[in-house]
Nanobody, 119 residues
Framework: VQLVESGGGSVQAGGSLRLSCAASIYTSSSYCMGWFRQAPGKEREGVAS???????SYANSVKGRFTISKDVAQNTLYLQMNNLKPEDTAMYYC??????????????WGQGTQVTVSS
C-alpha cells in the first residue's frame, strides 16, 4: 500500500489549504483512512478519519474547520482545511488500515506534507 500526500504549504491565519492523498488501494474497499499531524516537540495526533461505511470522525480542535472526504474514482483522500490557525502548523500524514471500521491502529503511512500557518 502506498500513500502519497500533497497540497501542503504556507498560509496566513484564516487561510485555507486542501491536502490530497493518492492511494494505491481502492478507497471504496474495506479500509479506514485518516489524517494525522505532528508538530515539533509534540506527539502525533489524529485529525480526521473516514471508514469504509463513510462514517467520519474529527478531532475537537478541527471540528467545523476541516473536512475529510474521499474520491473513490480517483482513489484519493482529501482534507479541506479552512480558517487555519497557527496551532495547525505541523507535518500532516495520510494513513490507512484494513478493516470496515477505524481503530487506533493504522498500518500504512504516507511520507507527510508540511503545513505552516503564520499569524
Amino acid at each position: 500500500v502506498q500513500l502519497v500526500e500533497s497540497g501542503g504549504g504556507s498560509v496566513q491565519a484564516g487561510g485555507s489549504l486542501r491536502l490530497s492523498c493518492a492511494a494505491s488501494i481502492y478507497t471504496s474497499s474495506s479500509y479506514c483512512m485518516g489524517w494525522f499531524r505532528q508538530a515539533p516537540g509534540k506527539e502525533r495526533e489524529g485529525v480526521a478519519s473516514i471508514d469504509s461505511t463513510g462514517s467520519i470522525s474529527y478531532a475537537n480542535s478541527v471540528k467545523g474547520r476541516f473536512t475529510i472526504s474521499k474520491d473513490v474514482a480517483q482513489n484519493t483522500l482529501y482534507l479541506q482545511m479552512n480558517n487555519l490557525k497557527p496551532e495547525d502548523t505541523a507535518m500532516y500524514y495520510c494513513a490507512a488500515d484494513r478493516g470496515i471500521y477505524c481503530s487506533r491502529h493504522f498500518a500504512y503511512w504516507g511520507q507527510g506534507t508540511q503545513v505552516t500557518v503564520s499569524s
